[in-house]
């Protein structure tokens, strides 16, 4: 087992210092100075902007892009495409919490970005958040390869949009007054979370050079990861304290909302929580010994106690 | 004149012709079949990003960009790519309309997509109308060269981000508590309506494949008749009869925002609307007869009685 699932305390190193090299470039790409094509960034909207994106959070899903990316033989550094998909991340969550939407008032301990600025700034910030993932994976010193580049961008910007991301945050909304049964629950996790979560893997390994069957494995240990993402999360709501987390807890099963773990029972969900783990490793056997990272990184998404 | 300048009921025929064509490749991309990367499209966004980008319009920014492109011998299909263009165009209304920004209720004639929906909808369809207009311009079918769309991109996310038009919707809400001055107003302006404008005609070049002199022409006729288009618009408003428009005229003045003709006085403002239609036909002075459409858009533009 030691050489393909890595030692714990090592992965909470790489990971941690991952998050710095990724805070770097996004302090970087949120700097003030005007980029070319640009005329000017109004400084009240970066602040809004860097408010939302710096200073926070594990960095899980450019994490994962670099982790998939590093399976494969690339001199690129794929930071930069990796801090573009975080973007698209903190877009989503600034918006989603707008009061219109999710109606959060605190994330990660800060006040959010409505709350900070106002909701204007908060959709603005979020609008060009989103755009500005779009403008750093086109960049030429983001991969030097221009086919890679506008793959990259076509599948992040279909796990993003309406018929991912953005279309899962609907039928998220739309739960609210039509309950959904178990599939339309897995199909809305599938979509509002996990189509980001596939595409950091399945996107690493184009942004790597992968043959399409190692991308497709990719894409599949993404998406049993991010089913096992959801899953973990709302067992974890079940019991988690509400200090330790900074976020209101028990708010899904307050609002009545139908979570898997609500539909399946607690024992069953913890079940398929293990198959999905399961599934997730499967799917990276090719890679044998290389792919140690991650495989500790779906047991550690699947434990979700931190 | 006759074969510099083109005839302007010839000139109506075919910008009417073009909105037909940018019509039926929206109809097509706003479809709610389930494209390659996408798990679901929800029928509720799907109708209000419809409610939004169809039906509506002269359309003038993708006709830009395909008679930009059309000066160059390319066998490639602009259509997409404007309308791509076009789709940025129309989430920027739908997040402007919204309640925490300009708050309208009517646009073209319709209820605004909050109006129709609601909030939360509004805003989800705003992000997937920015999202699907990358997504768009990264396929394959748009153009078949990978450099050329990822140069696309790259531009359009400048043009529409934080230093561009998302940018310049900023300084217009910061301008409601701090009156700017002429030189401010120019710099919101070229941001909020002429960034796009001005991508239309530079990227309509580097579609064609224009060499870099070229496009440098376009940009500066396109920046000529955004301004062009903006000066236009506040004469417009002096004036306009609020059931010709279809929309709340004369609210500018009454919200007490400078706008330029305000701050240089209408003589003054119609002589600088002179000036720039002359400066957007300096720059296609090198394209001889084959600019004769885009010289009979810049005086559209700038005789906005319709």
């Known amino acids: 087992m030691s050489d393909l699932i890595l030692d714990e305390a090592r992965f909470l190193e790489v990971l941690s210092e991952s998050a710095q090299q990724f805070e770097a470039v996004l302090e970087d ?29 594990k960095r899980l899903r450019p994490f994962l892009f670099a982790q998939s990316a590093a399976l494969f033989s690339t001199d690129a550094d794929p930071a930069a495409a990796a801090c573009a998909l975080e973007l698209i991340h903190c877009y989503s969550l600034v918006h989603d919490d707008l009061p219109a939407m999710d ?5 990660r301990g800060k006040p959010t970005v409505h709350i900070a600025y106002d909701e204007a700034t908060a959709i603005l910030a979020g609008d060009s958040l989103l755009t500005l993932a779009f403008d750093l994976m086109a960049r030429e010193t983001t991969h030097p390869d221009a086919a890679i580049r506008i793959e990259l961008v ?4 279909a796990a993003s949009g309406v ?11 739309m739960a609210e007054t039509q309950t ?14 996990g189509a980001l979560l596939r595409f950091a893997c399945e996107g690493g390994a184009v942004f790597g050079g992968a043959n399409p069957s190692q991308t497709l494995a990719l894409k599949r240990y993404g998406e049993a990861l991010g089913a096992a993402f959801q899953l ?24 009545g909302k139908g979570t898997l773990v609500n539909l399946m029972g607690e024992k069953a969900a913890r079940e398929e929580l293990d198959r999905l783990v399961g599934e ?18 779906a047991l550690f998404v699947a434990s979700r106690d931190h």
């Open 29 to 57: 790409g949120l700097s003030n100075s005007v980029q070319p094509g640009e005329i000017a960034r109004p400084g009240r909207l970066m602040d809004a902007m860097r408010h939302s994106a710096l200073g926070g959070g």
């Open 103 to 107: 109606d959060d008032k605190m994330r």
């Open 154 to 157: 076509r599948l992040l910007a």
């Open 163 to 173: 018929g991912g991301m953005a279309g899962g945050q609907m039928f998220d909304l």
């Open 180 to 193: 959904p049964d178990q599939a339309q629950v897995q199909r809305l996790q599938a979509m509002k979370t």
């Open 232 to 255: 973990a999360d709302d067992l974890l709501d079940l019991t988690a304290d509400e200090a330790v987390m900074g976020k209101a807890t028990g708010k899904d099963a307050e609002a």
């Open 280 to 297: 997730a490793m499967a799917c990276l056997a090719p890679f044998a010994d290389k792919a140690a990272v991650l495989r500790r990184t």
